[in-house]
């Protein structure tokens, strides 16, 4: 029955001969394709190559332990419906497999229509499953796609406007009072910061899309940090903070795309002078070994709060700067997190509250 | 009394058209206004600008090009100074446009919105 066919096989893991063939017997009657083994580990080899849609688990075997066998299948077999086998008297660690993850279970002596209507009910169970999950997955994208439509007919609108304040900005000039000309810089600010929103936004969608980076080839990392310094250093001298850099002449080259990995240090760069009171400094620090390279941007600012470092990539969150009107799109390191992702690498951070930030990007070589 | 300068701009965007026209009237332009690229060609030889400023993207994508090459392929249009605005649509491999060798030379590609002070600085360094 092919319909029966495209669930997966079914597995029974059971040391008692009887078990495995009176399984067997009763389920392939019904349809169903079964393969039977002896013992945990040669049913955890089975069950990654033919990923089976349930699997029996004795509870009570020697060698390997049911609840073991449960917690690898769980964790290697995406979807898998577990029902475990147990003695008369161990209704104990049926629960317990339970609490583990196990569907359900089945005390023996069972019935062959005991087992018939397990099966079912699990299959069905595991069904839900997956419909849930691709329902949830194209719910997400279909806000992920709404944003990104939204995006973009924002940005035309955003253009108009700040085209209409330069045009404030030299046809009322004059006679505009201070307090008039800080309210339309104050406009002109957040407008700005809504468009990075938005840039960013569409970039990430890109990386995700994979439309965002090119091509890749061969670059040289250490002209890619030039460039970032480069581009930061007008920001850095007006913030009064000093930008360092000790990176070695023979920084070996990596596989990647150098425009986004530019964006990706001005990025961090820009973060350390958010974060960074005047006076202070940004140190840029590569160095690699065999197998990767790495780059570190540290900085002397007033750091991460412990509670907030682990969300910091996420999308949206935003810790305040220290100048008062500095709000970042939230979405800077999520961007920066990605880019690092579609080149192999790591991004990490580390911070002392006073005493600073360290972000290390780690490229494989 | 010295005559003013005129400016042309060809953009479909009614806003910016608008925009542009008051930064550029305040800084003593005469300053003329095209919806198409039709009606844009048309004022060039009515008007006899002495700078157009050409949108990319009007009701077709690269639109400003074809406008671009009629300007240049006019008379009166072969060394007149002109400007392209890029469009703000633009993403990826378009985002920076570089011009192929045979395509007709513009003078400056400006990327919208222009910051007020750099379109004044720009057209005066172009005509005065």
């Known amino acids: ?365 | 009394m010295t005559v003013k300068k005129k400016v042309l701009l060809i953009d479909d965007d009614r806003d910016f058209l608008m925009a542009t026209k008051l930064i550029l009237e305040k800084s003593g332009y005469e300053v003329f206004l095209a919806e198409s690229g039709k009606s844009g060609l048309a004022m060039i030889e009515s008007t006899c600008p002495d700078l157009a400023i050409v949108d990319m993207m009007m009701e077709t994508w690269g639109e400003g090009f074809d406008v671009i090459s009629k300007i240049r392929s006019l008379e009166m249009g072969k060394d007149m100074p002109l400007v392209m605005l890029s469009g703000v649509d633009l993403q990826g491999p378009y985002q920076s446009y570089e011009p192929s060798d045979e395509f007709p030379k513009v003078n400056m590609i400006l990327h919208k919105p222009v910051k007020a002070e750099d379109l004044i600085r720009y057209v005066g360094e172009l005509i005065g």
């Open chain 1, 1 to 365: 029955m092919a319909e029966k066919e495209s669930e997966g096989p079914l597995l029974v893991i059971d040391d008692e001969e009887t078990i495995r063939d009176g399984c067997r017997q009763v389920l392939e009657k019904s349809g169903y394709t079964v393969i039977t083994t002896t013992n945990g580990l040669d049913g955890i080899r089975i069950a990654r190559e033919k990923h089976p849609a349930l699997v029996f688990v004795d509870l009570k075997m020697p060698g390997m332990s049911g609840l073991e066998i449960i917690d690898v299948l769980l964790e290697d077999i995406p979807y898998v419906v577990l029902v475990v086998i147990t003695g008369y008297a161990s209704i104990v660690s049926a629960v317990e497999s339970m609490k583990r993850g196990a569907y359900d279970y089945l005390p023996k002596p069972f019935t062959p229509d005991q087992l018939r209507a397990v099966t079912k009910r699990g299959l069905e169970h595991r069904e839900l499953r997956i419909e849930a999950k691709m329902l949830r997955d194209a719910k997400e994208q279909i806000e992920k796609d709404f944003i990104t439509f939204v995006s973009h007919e924002m940005r035309s609108p955003l253009v108009t406007i700040q085209q209409y304040m330069e045009s404030l900005k030299v046809v009322a000039g004059d006679c505009l009072s201070g307090e008039a000309r800080d309210i339309i810089e104050r406009c002109d600010k957040r407008i700005r910061n809504l468009e990075d929103l938005v840039e960013h936004w569409l970039d990430i969608r890109h990386i995700e899309n994979g439309t965002l980076i090119r091509e890749k080839e061969r670059i040289d990392l250490s002209g890619v940090i030039a460039q970032a310094m480069e581009d930061m250093k007008p920001l850095c001298e007006k913030r009064e903070l000093a930008l360092e850099e000790d990176i070695p002449e023979d920084l070996p080259m990596i596989i990647g795309d150098g425009e986004s990995l530019v964006r990706v240090f001005v990025n961090i760069i820009g973060n350390a002078t958010k974060y960074t009171p005047a006076g202070g400094s940004i140190f840029v620090h590569g160095e690699y070994d065999m197998h990767y390279v790495s780059v570190s941007v540290s900085d002397t600012g007033r750091g991460i709060p412990a509670d907030k470092l682990p969300f910091i990539f996420e999308m949206f969150y935003r810790v305040k700067g220290e100048v008062e009107d500095q709000r970042g799109s939230g979405l800077g390191l999520a961007f920066c997190k990605r880019i690092m992702d579609a080149h192999g690498g790591k991004i990490d951070v580390s911070s002392q509250e006073g005493k600073g930030t360290t972000f290390v990007l780690r490229f494989p070589r």
